[in-house]
Every structure is written in structure tokens, then in C-alpha cells.
């Protein structure tokens, strides 16, 4: 029998030993909580009084043991809250003798417990509670990782999320951080007369951006939908058709394709459209929003990310696409054919698909360009094949009226002003459906409900979104990371693709590759 084993049998006697004596290992509530502390909060209550001015007073505190030591007739143990950690005192003739016995016999670090007791000061100062009263809340039957050997593995931190936040008190600060975020994009724009709204997350085509989309199938209706591919945008516009003015929406999309420290299958977005405003308008507020939440998140306006130094607080460049892609690769988009830029990525040794027309290949060549920006910057100017939904720019009918949220050489928003002729928009969609019978699985999926809903008229306006990648780099972390519970392969992978393809072929694999295939319809990048 293991070391760990013998620990959980133990914990397990401890469990049916206190059913026996009448306690209840798993309370309904801690009666106290009404008048319950937060240890911090205690902490910073009494830090600057003397020993003698707080040892009448009484505190009440509430969470997980983290470690404990018993000397006899002296006992310690360290409380931890949401908040941060506590030292409890469990003392002879000043804790109640049942209460020092009941500590020292059934109680093992990562039990949850309350307790009672006066506020006190230790040789050095820490602010500790001397228990007076003791509740066991919940017994814990698995050990806690060990502090120093625990949770080393990434994926292990990650599948076991629950545990990585108990021990690492930074994990826990992120994601309320990440909360912060949030509430910071959704007050703002509230506070700005947008109205939030929710849109459909199952759909009949995936519009709205340039994705690869999830499929499934709707029983009910005995109807082929996917998961959408974009915080609402098409329906977000039917919404200005309809006579709102300001509208967003945060949410998650789910995009069937690759997966990297920037990418996500499934992740949060905001999308927020504007009436009677333009992409110029769009800069200016988004500007205003990205300082804002930097600021309210990590309390400053520069951060760092990988080898990127980021500083929000400085001017804010423009970056023209087609002048920026000839400075760095001699190219220019217009002139070159698909020969020139395979050429040139060939030479690179980027990779990419030949079968994809011209535009993709020139989008690859943006990518590359676009990992020597740090920013801040706004990427203007791009070719109107790249972004079906976007308005042609009136001074170069080539381009849009697109800017996209350059930093740490990555694209960390995207917007424009929207397209509102419905013939222009139903001929791009032609396009995009020539595009998608081609092979291109990122094309748009011409949706002729949307093309409808244009024909009665919509006013003129910017649309924006973007994604919790921007998160991830202020906290300079792989998107995976910063998520509180991510998309992971079952700890069995192996052994169920094992199990069900011996199912499927009548006898046992000799072999079997641990990575999952790559998905068929996904694009070299």
C-alpha cells in the first residue's frame, strides 16, 4: 500500500469514526457565516494596534486548511479564503480543551473549517485568531498536492484547474482579474448608450467572419446548423435595421480550427456595432476602451509579452497594408501574382496552402510582416477580398474602411465600417461561395436572410470585436492558461481511441498514436 493510500484510509476511518460520534463531516452551512471575516480584511483590521488593544476583540473566519502543526498543548493551522490566508491558534487554557482535542484528532490539511476566536499578535507580528470555537465544514478525503513536488505537470495543472487555483495563489488573482476585464469593456460601453444584447449561438450558416465553423445537428427540427463563428455580427446588424442604434454583445464562438498560445477552438468575444459612425469614429473609441480596461485590470498602461514591450500610453501608430507589406518584402499586392508571393514565402520557409487563391496567400504575407510590429497601432487599408463584410474605402475603391488593433505583433481587434449596399454585399457573397466551392473553408457562407434585411435599409455604421487573446497577453501567458477551465483530452485519451477502434475493427491495434489527426478541413498557416 502506497504512501497516499494509507493517507485517504486514514482520512476515510476519520469520516465514518465522526458519523459514529454524532458529528457530521459534511455540514449544511456554517451557521456563523452571517458574521464571518475575510482574512485579509482582519489582517489589515488590526495590523497597526498593539497586542493588548485587540485580544478582546473577536473575530469570526471561514476556509480551506492548508497546512497544520501540532506541538501538544500549542497547535497552528493556516487558513486560506478567496481572499488570501489566516494562521489560526489552537492553545492550551485558552482554547477549550474538546476543541484542541477535536483539532488534533480529525482534522488534516485540506479540510474546510470555521472558527471563533480573539484577534492576536505572534512574536512577529502576524496577525493570527486564538480559537475559542471550532466547526468542521467539509472533510477532505484526497491529500492536497505536495507545495513543493505538486501540479508541475501543465496539463495536469490544467485538467485539474480546482487544484491549481487552490495552490497558486497568482492563478486565483488571474481570473479575477479576468472578471475585471470584462466588467470593465461591459461598462463602459454601457456608460457610452450601447444596449447589450444575445444572439443566437446555433445558426443555419456561419456568417459573420472568415472561419472554419462546428457542425451538428438540430433533432428537433431534423436541421444541420453550426456553432456561430462570430458574436452575432449579422444579427447585431438586423438590429440596426431595425432601428437600434448602439448594441453589443460578449459571449463565446467556436471556430474548428488550430490550435496555438494564441488560439482557441472556443472562446470569449465582444462585438459592439454603431450606428451613423464610421471606422475613423471606431479607432477613436476603441483607443479609449483599450486604455480603460489596461488600466482597471493591471492597474498601469504598459505590460510585457514574450520579447514585446507594450506601452498604451504612447501615440498609437497607423499602419497602412499595402505600403508596410512592400517595406518588409518588396511586394506590392496589387501588382504581384500568386507566383511573386509563392515565391517569396517558399524562400521564407513559411507554409502554405497552393490550392487558396492569391488573397490568402497576401494575408499570409500580412502575418508575416505583422510579427515585427510591437505597437500600439491601428492597420488600415486593407484589399476588400480579405473582408467581404467591410465598406469600400471611397478615396481607393481597392480597399476598405478597416482597422485592425495592432500589438505585440499580433492582431488583438479587428473593425470597420460596415457594409450597407445590399448589391455590393450579395455580389461579395457570390464570391465567397465561388471561394468555399473551391475548397476554401473559411469562406463565407452567403446568407441571403442578411441580404434581405439590407435591402430595407441600414444606416451607416462601425462594427468592432475582439477576443480574450487580448487578456492573454497582458497577463504575457498562452491563452490556454488564462482560461479558467479549458477544452482538454480526456486523462484516457489513449486508451478510448483504443477501445473503440478495437470495437470498430474486431481485434486489438498494435499500435496507436497518441496525437489526435488534424482536422481535415484545416488550413497551413
Same mark, same amino acid.
Given at each position: 500500500?502506497?504512501?497516499?493510500?494509507?493517507?485517504?484510509?486514514?482520512?476515510?476511518?476519520?469520516?465514518?469514526?465522526?458519523?459514529?460520534?454524532?458529528?457530521?463531516?459534511?455540514?449544511?452551512?456554517?451557521?456563523?457565516?452571517?458574521?464571518?471575516?475575510?482574512?485579509?480584511?482582519?489582517?489589515?483590521?488590526?495590523?497597526?494596534?498593539?497586542? &493588548?488593544?485587540?485580544? =478582546? %476583540?473577536?473575530?469570526?473566519?471561514?476556509?480551506?486548511?492548508? +497546512? !497544520?502543526?501540532?506541538? /501538544?498543548? @500549542?497547535?497552528?493551522?493556516?487558513?486560506?479564503?478567496?481572499?488570501?490566508?489566516?494562521?489560526?491558534?489552537?492553545?492550551?487554557?485558552?482554547?477549550?480543551?474538546?476543541?484542541?482535542?477535536?483539532?488534533?484528532?480529525?482534522?488534516?490539511?485540506?479540510?474546510?473549517?470555521?472558527?471563533?476566536?480573539?484577534?492576536?499578535?505572534?512574536?512577529?507580528?502576524?496577525?493570527?485568531?486564538?480559537?475559542?470555537?471550532?466547526?468542521?465544514?467539509?472533510?477532505?478525503?484526497?491529500?492536497?498536492?505536495?507545495?513543493?513536488?505538486?501540479?508541475?505537470?501543465?496539463?495536469?495543472?490544467?485538467?485539474?484547474?480546482?487544484?491549481?487555483?487552490?495552490?497558486?495563489?497568482?492563478?486565483? &488573482?488571474?481570473?479575477? =482579474? %479576468?472578471?475585471?476585464?470584462?466588467?470593465?469593456?461591459?461598462? +463602459? !460601453?454601457?456608460?457610452? /448608450?450601447? @444596449?447589450?444584447?444575445?444572439?443566437?449561438?446555433?445558426?443555419?450558416?456561419?456568417?459573420?467572419?472568415?472561419?472554419?465553423?462546428?457542425?451538428?445537428?438540430?433533432?428537433?427540427?431534423?436541421?444541420?446548423?453550426?456553432?456561430?463563428?462570430?458574436?452575432?455580427?449579422?444579427?447585431?446588424?438586423?438590429?440596426?435595421?431595425?432601428?437600434?442604434?448602439?448594441?453589443?454583445?460578449?459571449?463565446?464562438?467556436?471556430?474548428?480550427?488550430?490550435?496555438?498560445?494564441?488560439?482557441?477552438?472556443?472562446?470569449?468575444?465582444?462585438?459592439?456595432?454603431?450606428?451613423?459612425?464610421?471606422?475613423?469614429?471606431?479607432?477613436?473609441?476603441?483607443?479609449?476602451?483599450?486604455?480603460?480596461?489596461?488600466?482597471?485590470?493591471?492597474?498601469?498602461?504598459?505590460?510585457?509579452?514574450?520579447?514585446?514591450?507594450?506601452?498604451?500610453?504612447?501615440?498609437?501608430?497607423?499602419?497602412?497594408?499595402?505600403?508596410?507589406?512592400?517595406?518588409?518584402?518588396?511586394?506590392?499586392?496589387?501588382?504581384?501574382?500568386?507566383?511573386?508571393?509563392?515565391?517569396?514565402?517558399?524562400?521564407?520557409?513559411?507554409?502554405?496552402?497552393?490550392?487558396?487563391?492569391?488573397?490568402?496567400?497576401?494575408?499570409?504575407?500580412?502575418?508575416?510582416?505583422?510579427?515585427?510590429?510591437?505597437?500600439?497601432?491601428?492597420?488600415?487599408?486593407?484589399?476588400?477580398?480579405?473582408?467581404?463584410?467591410?465598406?469600400?474605402?471611397?478615396?481607393?475603391?481597392?480597399?476598405?474602411?478597416?482597422?485592425?488593433?495592432?500589438?505585440?505583433?499580433?492582431?488583438?481587434?479587428?473593425?470597420?465600417?460596415?457594409?450597407?449596399?445590399?448589391?455590393?454585399?450579395?455580389?461579395?457573397?457570390?464570391?465567397?461561395?465561388?471561394?468555399?466551392?473551391?475548397?476554401?473553408?473559411?469562406?463565407?457562407?452567403?446568407?441571403?436572410?442578411?441580404?434581405?434585411?439590407?435591402?430595407?435599409?441600414?444606416?451607416?455604421?462601425?462594427?468592432?470585436?475582439?477576443?480574450?487573446?487580448?487578456?492573454?497577453?497582458?497577463?504575457?501567458?498562452?491563452?490556454?492558461?488564462?482560461?479558467?477551465?479549458?477544452?482538454?483530452?480526456?486523462?484516457?485519451?489513449?486508451?478510448?481511441?483504443?477501445?473503440?477502434?478495437?470495437?470498430?475493427?474486431?481485434?486489438?491495434?498494435?499500435?496507436?498514436?497518441?496525437?489526435?489527426?488534424?482536422?481535415?478541413?484545416?488550413?497551413?498557416?
Amino acid at each position: 500500500m502506497g504512501r497516499e493510500e494509507e493517507i485517504i484510509n486514514e482520512r476515510k476511518r476519520k469520516i465514518e469514526e465522526l458519523k459514529k460520534s454524532g458529528v457530521n463531516p459534511y455540514a449544511h452551512r456554517f451557521n456563523q457565516f452571517e458574521q464571518k471575516s475575510f482574512s485579509v480584511d482582519v489582517q489589515q483590521k488590526y495590523s497597526d494596534l498593539k497586542a &493588548e488593544e485587540i485580544s =478582546k %476583540k473577536e473575530e469570526i473566519v471561514a476556509g480551506r486548511v492548508m +497546512f !497544520l502543526r501540532s506541538f /501538544g498543548k @500549542l497547535a497552528f493551522a493556516k487558513l486560506q479564503d478567496v481572499k488570501g490566508n489566516i494562521q489560526i491558534v489552537f492553545q492550551s487554557e485558552k482554547t477549550p480543551e474538546k476543541i484542541m482535542d477535536f483539532f488534533n484528532k480529525y482534522i488534516d490539511s485540506g479540510d474546510i473549517v470555521g472558527a471563533k476566536g480573539n484577534p492576536m499578535k505572534t512574536k512577529t507580528g502576524e496577525v493570527s485568531i486564538l480559537v475559542k470555537e471550532f466547526d468542521l465544514l467539509t472533510k477532505s478525503v484526497l491529500p492536497l498536492p505536495d507545495k513543493v513536488h505538486g501540479l508541475k505537470d501543465e496539463e495536469e495543472r490544467l485538467r485539474k484547474r480546482y487544484l491549481d487555483v487552490i495552490m497558486n495563489s497568482d492563478v486565483k &488573482e488571474m481570473f479575477i =482579474k %479576468k472578471q475585471k476585464f470584462w466588467s470593465t469593456v461591459r461598462n +463602459f !460601453l454601457i456608460e457610452k /448608450g450601447f @444596449l447589450e444584447v444575445e444572439t443566437p449561438i446555433l445558426e443555419n450558416s456561419a456568417g459573420g467572419a472568415a472561419a472554419t465553423p462546428f457542425a451538428t445537428h438540430h433533432n428537433a427540427l431534423d436541421l444541420d446548423v453550426y456553432l456561430r463563428i462570430s458574436m452575432g455580427e449579422l444579427w447585431q446588424k438586423k438590429l440596426l435595421v431595425a432601428g437600434y442604434e448602439k448594441t453589443f454583445e460578449i459571449g463565446r464562438q467556436f471556430r474548428n480550427e488550430g490550435m496555438d498560445a494564441e488560439h482557441l477552438q472556443d472562446y470569449t468575444q465582444m462585438e459592439f456595432y454603431w450606428g451613423y459612425a464610421n471606422f475613423e469614429d471606431g479607432m477613436k473609441l476603441v483607443e479609449e476602451m483599450y486604455k480603460k480596461l489596461t488600466m482597471a485590470t493591471l492597474g498601469k498602461l504598459d505590460f510585457e509579452y514574450k520579447e514585446y514591450k507594450i506601452d498604451l500610453g504612447k501615440k498609437w501608430e497607423r499602419y497602412d497594408y499595402e505600403k508596410l507589406i512592400e517595406e518588409k518584402t518588396k511586394i506590392n499586392i496589387y501588382k504581384a501574382d500568386k507566383k511573386d508571393i509563392i515565391k517569396f514565402l517558399e524562400k521564407e520557409k513559411i507554409e502554405f496552402d497552393q490550392n487558396v487563391d492569391k488573397w490568402r496567400l497576401v494575408d499570409i504575407l500580412w502575418k508575416y510582416c505583422r510579427k515585427q510590429l510591437s505597437g500600439p497601432g491601428f492597420l488600415v487599408g486593407q484589399p476588400v477580398e480579405l473582408t467581404p463584410l467591410a465598406k469600400r474605402s471611397e478615396k481607393d475603391p481597392r480597399k476598405v474602411e478597416q482597422f485592425q488593433v495592432i500589438l505585440a505583433g499580433s492582431e488583438m481587434g479587428n473593425g470597420y465600417s460596415e457594409l450597407n449596399d445590399p448589391l455590393d454585399q450579395e455580389s461579395r457573397f457570390e464570391e465567397q461561395r465561388k471561394n468555399k466551392e473551391a475548397g476554401d473553408s473559411e469562406a463565407m457562407d452567403h446568407d441571403e436572410t442578411f441580404i434581405e434585411a439590407l435591402k430595407y435599409g441600414m444606416p451607416p455604421a462601425c462594427g468592432f470585436g475582439f477576443s480574450e487573446r487580448l487578456f492573454a497577453i497582458m497577463m504575457n501567458k498562452p491563452i490556454r492558461e488564462t482560461v479558467i477551465f479549458p477544452l482538454m483530452k480526456p486523462s484516457n485519451y489513449v486508451e478510448l481511441i483504443k477501445s473503440k477502434d478495437e470495437a470498430e475493427s474486431g481485434h486489438p491495434l498494435e499500435k496507436k498514436s497518441e496525437k489526435p489527426k488534424e482536422n481535415s478541413q484545416k488550413k497551413k498557416k
